[in-house]
Each structure stands twice: as C-alpha cells, then as structure tokens.
C-alpha cells in the first residue's frame, strides 16, 4: 500500500508529480483511484454528464485512456437503452441484501 501512496499525483502522459512516471508504470489500483475520485467530485458539483464530460476531456493526460473509455464511452459508442445495472449497499455485516 506504501509504495502506490507515491503514486498520488502521478499524471497518464508523465505531467504528474513526483517522479513524473507515466502509463503503467503507475499501477493500475492509482488509476482507478484517480479517475474515480475526480469523477465523484464532478457528479456532486455538476452532475453525472458533466463527470462523464470531465473523462472524456481528460483522457490520454489526466487519465489512463482505456478507464476513460470504460466509465464515459466514446460520444460513437453504441448505448444501452436500459440500465442493467443494480446498485445496492451492503448490509452491517458487509453482505450486500438480495
């Protein structure tokens, strides 16, 4: 866990602090914490389109491209027209409820 906290300010395209290391030379655990992270604060500033905008944006210097892609598809990417998706918290025991 140490060694990835060194990874925190490091950018995708090497623009990052300290060692400016860049694509995976930063672990992947980072990436997705960076991505996440800055995503969740735009979703509450500005809403959902504007974190997704915000991905899109960054992607290929802020941020890993194929993460981007995963959390804010490209504009041309085919779109689901139903959600599948079931979000649910975990219960006090940490199961998550049926």
């Known amino acids: 866990m140490t060694r990835r906290l060194a990874f925190t300010f490091e950018r995708w395209d090497g623009a990052g602090l300290p060692a400016g290391c860049r694509h995976e030379q930063i672990p992947l655990e980072v990436r997705i914490v960076h991505l996440s992270n800055t995503c969740e604060v735009f979703a ?17 210097t802020q941020f890993d491209p194929a ?3 995963l959390f804010s598809p490209p504009a041309s990417a085919p779109r689901s027209t139903g959600s599948s998706t079931n979000w649910r918290c975990p219960t006090e025991n940490g199961a998550f409820a049926p």
Do not use: I, K
């Open 44 to 60: 509450r500033a500005r809403g959902t389109q504007a974190a997704m905008e915000m991905a899109r944006s960054r992607r290929g």
């Open 67 to 69: 993460l981007a892609d």
